[in-house]
Every structure is written in structure tokens, then in C-alpha cells.
T-cell receptor, first 115, second 119 residues
Framework: AQKITQTQPGMFVQEKEAVTLDCTYDTSDQSYGLFWYKQPSSGEMIFLIYQGSYDEQNATEGRYSLNFQKARKSANLVISASQLGDSAMYFCAMREGRSSYKLIFGSGTRLLVRP | GAVVSQHPSRVICKSGTSVKIECRSLDFQATTMFWYRQFPKKSLMLMATSNEGSKATYEQGVEKDKFLINHASLTLSTLTVTSAHPEDSSFYIC???????????????FGNGTRLTVT
């Protein structure tokens, strides 16, 4: 069965610095997708970035980049130049296979950006 | 961008009553919708997958008769919590997959969630 692990329940980062949020996964499928979502205190889930298992390059979206290490089954999110508005919960999620669209989420990391 | 509207955002009900939560895709047709439950400071737990025009598929451990899901149209799915108990109090959030977007890199679009409190 697939599993997503986020080992950092909480993280602090100084404003304008970079921060890495860890995510490891376990799956027996060769085809899968990895997603990161941000959840502010208001509750909505905001899609940040996607990495496919066959993608050779690490995904980037603005200040977000994904450090994908397939052999180690890790997909860490890197946020550069942190802003106060980045303070939120961050969830790593995985979609397994080409025929399933449901997402399985990790336990999340609460990020607090200090001014 | 694709917008998913979830209503109500907050609801308080008494034990034993039923509560209906609506999830609407506003500017796209949602072939598949997913219902998640989130306990305070916890992750999202998938409850069920809802496909338009067919019965929902529930995850293991989720009571079908307790959490009734109806996906009657391509833009609306509803979750009804029947005979609610205080332990049903939680944050419920829906997500939708845009029909025709069969690529597995297409993100799900989430509603803003419903905070249910059962007294």
C-alpha cells in the first residue's frame, strides 16, 4: 500500500530565507505523481507543485521547487525567499498509478515564518 | 482557474440530526469528486470517491450508511452526515477532478471545507 511520510511536524524559518520541507513516500507502482499543497489557517487547500515519477527534471513553480530523488523515494519541497504569508500547513500527497486520481496525504508540516 | 464551492462553511447541529454538505464545481464539469475528513491539526483522510451517476466508493472503515454521498450531476456532489454524533465533529473538505483532464498530473481542485460541530 502506498504511504506518505512527513517527519517534520513543525518548522521555523526566518523571512527571506529558504526552507526545505521533507517528504518520503512508499509505493510499488512505477507510475505515480507527487503533489504539494498549502493549507492556510482558513482551511482551503492550495495546489503548489507537481512532480511525475517519470519526470527527469525537478519541478519548479516560482519560489517553489521540488527536490525529487527517486531512488531515495523523497520529494522535498523547497521554498525560497520565505514570506510571512508562507506560514501555513504544507501537505505532501501522492497519486498512485495512471488509473487512479485520488490523493493520499502525508501528516503535514506546519511552517512558521518569522519576521 | 477551476473553482470548487463548498457550502456551508460552518454548521452546528444537534446530536441525532442530519447535515448535508454541498460541493459544486462552478466553472467545470467534475467527473469525479472526493470527500476528505480532517481532524484538528491532522492530515486529510480520504472518505470516499464519488463518480457522477454511480454509487460512491468508500474507503475502508468509513460507514456508508453514516456518510451518504450523492453525485447526481457533473457539477454537484453532496455529503450527508446522518444521525450525527459529537464524534462526527470535524472539518470536511471536497475536491474535484475536471472531466476530460485525464492527465495524471492535473491537480485536484479543493473546496474551502465545512467545519461541522455536533452538540
Amino acid at each position: 500500500a502506498q504511504k506518505i511520510t512527513q517527519t517534520q511536524p513543525g518548522m521555523f524559518v526566518q523571512e527571506k530565507e529558504a526552507v526545505t520541507l521533507d517528504c518520503t513516500y512508499d509505493t510499488s507502482d512505477q507510475s505515480y505523481g507527487l503533489f504539494w499543497y498549502k493549507q492556510p489557517s482558513s482551511g482551503e487547500m492550495i495546489f503548489l507543485i507537481y512532480q511525475g515519477s517519470y519526470d527527469e527534471q525537478n519541478a519548479t513553480e516560482g519560489r517553489y521547487s521540488l527536490n525529487f530523488q527517486k531512488a531515495r523515494k523523497s520529494a522535498n519541497l523547497v521554498i525560497s525567499a520565505s514570506q510571512l504569508g508562507d506560514s501555513a500547513m504544507y501537505f505532501c500527497a501522492m497519486r498512485e498509478g495512471r488509473s487512479s486520481y485520488k490523493l493520499i496525504f502525508g501528516s503535514g508540516t506546519r511552517l512558521l515564518v518569522r519576521p | 482557474g477551476a473553482v470548487v464551492s463548498q457550502h456551508p462553511s460552518r454548521v452546528i447541529c444537534k446530536s441525532g440530526t442530519s447535515v448535508k454538505i454541498e460541493c459544486r464545481s462552478l466553472d467545470f464539469q467534475a467527473t469525479t469528486m472526493f470527500w476528505y475528513r480532517q481532524f484538528p491539526k491532522k492530515s486529510l483522510m480520504l472518505m470516499a470517491t464519488s463518480n457522477e451517476g454511480s454509487k460512491a466508493t468508500y474507503e475502508q472503515g468509513v460507514e456508508k450508511d453514516k456518510f451518504l454521498i450523492n453525485h447526481a450531476s457533473l457539477t454537484l456532489s453532496t455529503l450527508t452526515v446522518t444521525s450525527a454524533h459529537p464524534e462526527d465533529s470535524s472539518f470536511y473538505i471536497c475536491s474535484a477532478r475536471e472531466g476530460g483532464k485525464s492527465s495524471y498530473n492535473s491537480p485536484l481542485h479543493f473546496g474551502n471545507g465545512t467545519r461541522l460541530t455536533v452538540t
